[in-house]
């Protein structure tokens, strides 16, 4: 197979906060940023009419994540997700230091369910929300 991961995508309510989240907090670089991104092509790709989105690639940890500010069609809200209900819950970046990391962003103010766990020998994690409420992992291993 000649297929590989390559990226995560989510629609953001606001722009700023969530690029100040994963470019200045986490350290991604932006790889690209289309202000107005739009067109037949889009629209169809994504299965949505009339496609104008302010859209920004970025790369860290080994990955990318995208993310899209809709101007149209607009998006909304569905309510908080639990980890349990279906469909995507969350995604995870492998790090070094996860206490100190932990530490770091708990000072700017991250939400997180808990101080970084001890899952199995070797193995820390814990779980934070972006600007978005998207779950993040955090995961160390040893």
Known sequence: MDAKWHHVAMAVRNM?????FYRDLLGFDILWEKPHYGGAALARVVGLDHVDARVVMLSGFGTCVELFKYYSPAGHDRGPRRMCDFGLT?????????????????????????????????????????????????????
């Open 16 to 20: 700023e906060s969530t690029l100040h």
């Open 90 to 142: 969350h995604f995870a970046l492998s790090v070094k230091d996860i206490h100190g990391l932990y530490h770091r962003l708990s000072v700017a103010g991250v939400p997180f369910n808990c101080p970084p766990q001890n899952l199995r020998p070797g193995v820390w994690a814990t779980y934070m929300k972006d600007p978005e409420g998207v779950t993040v992992e955090l995961v160390e291993y040893e």
